[in-house]
């Protein structure tokens, strides 16, 4: 048995039953099946004897069962309708719900050529020249743009539809119930939770929102000028209001001359050296710290340009940046309850309170756009 099979055998996957599996649904001899990637999603590489990495397997993994994101299915079904627009996504191409082969329910989608960059990365080596570094903002945001321009209705039965003041206030309960586990009192991302109470702004229209729109979630391509090959992880996707993406990718990025908020008085309340070194980093540079180096658009540029594509004014922009700080908070802090359930202690989190601490000054506006 190789390593590659020993791993996957460790997480319930049958790797010999899922490549008989494939290759009579591809219609393609299978060669090799490997482990990419394990976090929310299990995700398998499936390399055929005439294209080689073609294919990949997805099967829930971690937390997929909570109200965060769509059942599996779901997901396929949006691949499915994306595959009719310009947005650029994996093509879906099995559905299986036969959980006896990979231990779940599992879907196939083409393999993306490229790279994502995560949290506190760098970009790919080639994309570090300056003009390259404008380019990948410009790429991402026109992907974007380019997700928020479909028909929504395409999607009705697939995305649930939620307005915003709902999706204010499924945050604000998410917090509660998961504060009441961990014990945690949080005072800026509660305060953070009320002014965006007080200040929900009427939504101008609805669109396709992918949910979790970041540097991490859409492949670049390409020898030298970064291009978008494809957005991933739809687990996400609602129809709703658009800016509320807009803001959250913008959270992801960093201008020059930011304000780098202290998190010196986290180091009573939080033991791991570790992890405050991290947030450290985060205040300093950012979440992704490609975006304040030279060359990168700035946020207001990112704007325009997303103005311009899509038509839509990036009004009420303070609310909507405070809004996906304190949602991502809000998650994290749910994930966080999760693991203190099963595993009766998960650490501290400290992401969580810096966080909410910005999703507070967004709000009072330390950080204009």
Request: with cysteine; aromatic share 8%; proline share 7%.
């Amino acid at each position: 048995m190789t390593d590659d099979a020993t791993s996957l055998a460790a997480l319930g996957v049958d790797a010999s039953a899922l490549e008989s599996v494939l290759a009579a649904e591809l219609d393609e001899p299978v060669v090799e099946t490997e482990l990419l990637h394990e976090a929310l999603n299990l995700s398998i590489g499936v390399s055929t004897a005439e294209q080689g990495l073609a294919y990949v397997v997805r099967r829930p993994h971690k937390l997929r069962d909570t109200d965060l994101v769509a059942d599996l299915e779901s997901e396929f079904r949006v691949l499915e309708r994306l595959a009719d627009t310009t947005v650029d996504a994996p093509e879906p191409v099995l559905y299986c719900d036969d959980e006896t082969i990979v231990g779940a329910p599992f879907f196939v989608m083409t393999h993306l050529e490229g790279e994502s960059t995560s949290v506190g990365d760098p970009l790919p080596q080639r994309f570090q020249a300056e003009s390259a570094r404008r380019t990948v903002g410009e790429e991402l945001v026109d992907a974007l743009a380019d997700v928020h321009s479909v028909d929504p209705d395409s999607f009705a039965g697939v995305c649930e539809r939620v307005p915003l003041r709902e999706q204010l206030d499924r945050d604000r309960e998410r917090l509660d119930t998961a504060t009441s586990v961990t014990g945690r009192d949080l005072p800026a991302l509660h305060a953070a939770g009320a002014w965006l109470h007080e200040n929900v702004p009427e939504e101008p229209d609805t669109a396709l929102v992918h949910g979790d729109f970041k540097p991490g979630n859409v492949f670049l391509g390409g020898p030298e000028a970064p291009r978008v090959t494809g957005v991933v992880d739809w687990e996400t996707a609602i129809v709703g209001d658009p800016l509320t993406e807009l803001g959250y990718f913008l959270l992801y990025w960093r201008d020059p001359g930011d304000p780098t908020p202290s998190v010196d008085d986290l180091d009573g309340e939080y033991a791991s050296e570790d992890e405050l070194a991290g947030i450290r980093e985060t205040a300093e540079h950012g979440l992704c710290p490609f975006t304040s180096e030279p060359g990168s658009p700035t946020r207001r540029e990112l704007v325009a340009r997303y103005e311009e594509q899509t038509g839509r004014v990036f009004e009420h922009s303070r609310f909507y940046r405070a809004h996906a700080a304190f949602s991502l908070a809000t998650v994290w802090e749910d994930i966080h309850r999760h693991q203190v359930e099963s595993a009766g202690t998960a650490g501290e989190w400290p992401i969580v309170e810096y966080m909410g601490r910005v999703a507070e000054r967004i709000a009072d506006g330390d950080f204009p756009l």
